[in-house]
């Protein structure tokens, strides 16, 4: 894999984090690379139980990405690929099998944001009633 690709490939694992960001607030980042595996994810994520392989690619080899994923994730993640051709938005490739436990992942995390947002405006009300 020559320069560019690889450079194409970090750009697409940022990009797929701050979407991950925008959408969900999960506090993703790009991964530390090393080999693949569940310990050098593509983005790293608060969202527990989900591996996500990012391919930022025109023609994406949809199968072998996905054995990708299955590999490189852990017994108890849901595998997932994030895929963007140029100029098209983002996709979600996985398994029907993986959808409760992503579904459940996503769902646990709005809580758990749901949960801090509505104690920081309690704390916030009984700071401003003098509490």
């Known amino acids: 894999m020559g320069k560019a690709s690889r450079d194409k490939g970090k750009r697409g694992e940022r990009e797929a ?10 506090n ?5 690379q090393f080999c693949g595996g569940e310990d050098s994810p593509d983005v790293k994520h608060e969202l527990d139980g989900v591996h996500f ?3 930022r690619t025109e023609r994406l080899d949809l199968w072998s990405a996905l054995s990708q994923a299955i590999e490189d994730a852990g ?8 895929h963007r051709p140029n100029r098209k938005p983002w996709l ?3 398994r029907l099998e993986d959808l409760p436990r992503l579904v459940q992942s996503v769902s646990n995390h709005m809580v758990d944001i749901a949960d801090i947002h509505t104690t920081t405006y309690i704390e916030s009300e009984e700071y401003d009633a003098g509490l």
Not at 28 to 32: D, F, P
């Open 17 to 26: 984090a701050q979407a991950l960001n925008d959408l969900l607030g999960c």
């Open 28 to 32: 993703a980042r790009r991964g530390i």
């Open 53 to 55: 392989e990012v391919k």
């Open 75 to 82: 017994p108890d993640q849901a595998p997932v690929v994030m």
């Open 92 to 94: 979600l490739v996985l």
